[in-house]
């Protein structure tokens, strides 16, 4: 009877665990693997639900072998509370011998970066992250997905 009360402790324990929500917000949004364009801007509605605390945040691509450059420059805007701010970003995706960054499923490659911008949001409240592409083809062929990460520090 003890070690069928302890196999039941150890399972719900494991599945409690397993439950745990391993960040705070992530959402990719998926775009025209063929047309990526400028114009093209991808929105992430982020709830801060805590005063004072600190976040680390990433953006992370998936993108394929089709992607012809080594690189990708995206403009991050971000929105809410009383902040208004932008700057760019470069996200490396290939290396020099051209291999792809990041890790792969099948015939896509996920690489995530952290920002390593200080960002302010440290009152509750909502906040918009936009991501426009910044390269000078337009439109990009080879990007499959862009996402936003948030994890407390």
Same mark, same amino acid.
């Given at each position: 009877m003890?070690? /069928?009360?302890i196999f039941i402790f150890l399972i719900v324990l494991f599945i409690l665990s397993a439950c745990e929500q391993k960040h705070v917000y992530n959402?990719?949004?998926?775009? %025209?693997?063929k047309a990526l364009k400028a114009t093209d801007t991808l929105s992430f509605p982020i709830n801060i639900d805590t005063e004072n605390k600190s976040y680390q945040y990433a953006i992370s691509v998936r993108y394929s072998n089709d992607y012809e450059f080594s690189?990708?420059?995206? &403009?991050v805007s971000i929105k809410g509370n009383q902040i208004d701010t932008s700057f760019r970003y470069e996200i490396p995706l290939f &290396?020099?011998? =051209?291999k792809p960054y990041g890790e792969n499923s099948g015939s896509l490659?996920? /690489?995530?970066?952290?920002l390593k911008t200080n960002l302010p949001l440290y009152q509750k409240g909502d906040y918009?992250?936009? +991501?426009? /592409?910044?390269m000078r083809k337009?439109?990009?062929? =080879? +990007?499959? %997905?862009?996402? +936003? +990460?948030? %994890?407390?520090?």
């Open positions: 003890k070690t /069928q009360s959402k990719y949004e998926p775009v %025209d693997t690189n990708i420059w995206l &403009k &290396k020099n011998d =051209g490659f996920t /690489q995530t970066i952290p918009t992250f936009t +991501i426009v /592409q910044l337009d439109p990009l062929n =080879g +990007i499959s %997905d862009i996402g +936003i +990460i948030v %994890d407390k520090k």
